[in-house]
């Protein structure tokens, strides 16, 4: 059972207002857009809400209060905007943990350990499934599609950071580590270079110009 309705965040706010970060933020944002066109920054403005409410509550999540308050902003319907919160997976409708712990199941990472990285941030966290968040609030897990990042698989997703090449102890590392209010550095979690091939290339090795496929005849 999901322990999100523990957590102080939870209740639905009686009123949303932006506060400056926001407003900073939403001008560059409008700026891009013709006024009559402004409606088009509604995935932009739903983002500038979840990280404000992450700021504010240590929860970034999109209550429906400030889903109005951007269709006031962009002068459009709020159903619009409520259809686009709700299309999204990046957009979180409830109340989240402290740290959103996105796991990719897709076939790269599942075929690269993504079992073992669920297995270890359920143990870790004391979630029993997707979809809940941790009883002291601090984690929520959710199942995510591809991530774009297959090269590194399997990945595992924090808040907005991609950790990469991930395993069980790994997982079990990280999560520690963000437990002791630390953020490990994102990306590969092995000795390589962003998605270079593990132990170095292995093609293309000749860097001297020869065995392009190309030959002189003359």
């Given at each position: 059972m999901s322990a999100q309705s523990n957590t102080p965040h939870d209740a639905e706010p009686a009123e949303f207002a932006f506060d400056a970060e926001s407003e900073r933020q939403i001008a560059q944002i409008l700026a891009k857009y013709p006024?009559?066109?402004?409606?088009?920054?509604?995935?932009?403005?739903?983002?500038?809400?979840?990280?404000?409410?992450g700021r504010q509550t240590g929860s970034a999540w999109v209550p429906r209060v400030a889903?109005?308050?951007?269709?006031?902003?962009?002068?459009?319907a709020p159903i619009r905007v409520y259809e686009v919160a709700t299309f999204y997976l990046m957009f979180n409708t409830k109340p989240i943990g402290?740290?959103?712990?996105?796991?990719?199941t897709t076939t790269s990472c599942w075929l690269r350990g993504?079992?073992?990285v669920t297995a270890a941030c359920k143990a870790a966290t004391g979630i029993g499934a997707f979809g809940e968040t941790s009883a002291d609030g601090m984690f929520t897990m959710t199942e995510v599609e591809c991530l774009g990042a297959c090269a590194n698989a399997p990945i595992l997703q924090v808040d907005d950071d991609y950790y990469e090449d991930m395993d069980g102890p790994r997982t079990t590392e990280l999560i520690a580590a963000l437990r002791r209010g630390e953020r490990p550095k994102p990306g590969?979690?092995?000795?390589?270079?962003?998605?270079?091939?593990?132990?170095?290339?292995?093609?293309?090795?000749d860097?001297?110009?020869q065995g392009t496929g190309t030959q002189d005849n003359g």
């Open positions: 006024p009559e066109r402004k409606a088009s920054g509604v995935i932009p403005l739903l983002y500038v809400v979840q990280k404000q409410m889903m109005d308050a951007v269709a006031e902003r962009l002068e459009m402290k740290y959103h712990l996105q796991v990719c993504s079992d073992d590969p979690t092995i000795d390589r270079m962003d998605s270079a091939p593990v132990g170095g290339r292995k093609t293309l090795l860097t001297a110009g």
